[in-house]
């Protein structure tokens, strides 16, 4: 089963362009690992830098992990550490009038920030829902922040309009820096100012920021783990890594004594996020059945 996943992995990654041009309904854009996506059969694997994410993917990432998405329309979705999120209604509908993206985000668990990006040129419209436990918001157009915890639900509208449904109560958020806060016990509190300083505090939660190892679309670094004698040898060293959250892939190289399997983990955008990352895998080296990880270019 996870040769399988491998190759169609590999499939997948070589497909990049085609999806580019075509743009997928939601795409990987960024992850600081470990994370993974646990597909509606039940397979689970590393969450990878250009995967296309369809419905009822589920989302997970892992501690001081964040993940960045692009939907169709350019709007990201981020997400923060020990977060779930499980992905329904994706779709792009287009008519010779407009373009319809639509997307149901369920949080089930942690941060997340849903942003709407003016650089990207779309002209159409967006139905875009978040839900979170006890919280739904309908999106047009914004920039919103939201946390799941066993405590409580909070929504922050950072810019725009936003339609909530708490239970039977409907309404509209259009304050800008407004929050709006749902107990685990007892009645919500009424919507109201969000002090600048805790934003700037939450809006790190879910921010990919130089020094964390992050992976990203278009980065030309690698970290290179391990050299394999043997396919299967280095499918057993990418299972091991894929189980702990981390996106490798496998590249044979040709060597007098025969063909070599060498795993790296790519698209790092500079030595020093490759260094980082080889740094924290130094540390689960013997978990992961790995070598001394080394960094480079190419």
């Known amino acids: 089963m996870k040769t399988k996943i491998f190759l169609t992995a590999l499939l997948m990654l070589m497909a990049l362009p085609a999806w580019a041009a075509a743009r997928p ?50 709007s990201t979705i981020k997400l923060g550490e020990n977060a779930t999120l499980t992905l329904d209604d994706l779709g792009q509908q287009k008519d010779k009038l407009k373009q319809l993206v639509t997307a149901t985000l369920d949080v089930l668990a942690g941060a997340f920030r849903f942003t709407t990006q003016a650089i990207y040129k779309f002209h159409g419209e967006r ?23 066993d405590e409580r639900d909070v929504l922050a509208l950072l810019e725009g309009k936003i339609t909530v449904v708490h239970g039977t109560q409907a309404f ?3 304050q800008q820096q407004s929050l709006y806060t749902v107990p685990k016990e007892g009645a919500p509190t009424p919507v109201a100012p969000l002090d600048s300083k805790l934003l700037e505090k939450w809006a790190l939660e879910t921010e990919i920021v130089p020094g964390g190892g992050a992976v990203s679309a278009g980065g030309k670094w690698k970290v290179y783990v391990a050299t ?6 280095a499918l057993a060293i990418y299972d091991k890594l894929s189980d702990a959250g981390y996106a490798a892939d496998i590249r044979p190289v040709k060597k ?7 795993l790296r983990i790519s698209n790092l955008p500079s030595r020093g996020e490759a260094e980082i990352l080889a740094a924290r895998l130094k540390e689960q080296k013997d978990k992961l059945g790995i070598e001394e990880p080394t960094v480079a270019a190419k």
């Open 127 to 149: 139905d875009v829902k978040v839900k979170l436990v006890t919280i739904t918001a309908g999106i047009r157009g914004t920039d919103i922040w939201g946390k799941h915890t």
């Open 172 to 174: 509209t958020m259009d």
């Open 25 to 74: 309904n939601l795409m990987v854009e960024s992850v600081q690992m470990p994370a993974w996506v646990e597909h509606e059969n039940g397979v689970r694997q590393a969450l990878a830098v250009g995967a296309a994410l369809i419905n009822r993917d589920k989302i997970n990432t892992g501690a001081n992990a964040r993940v960045l998405l692009r939907l169709a329309d350019g």
């Open 228 to 233: 394999a004698k043997s396919q299967e040898e």
């Open 256 to 262: 007098e004594s025969g063909v070599v399997y060498r």
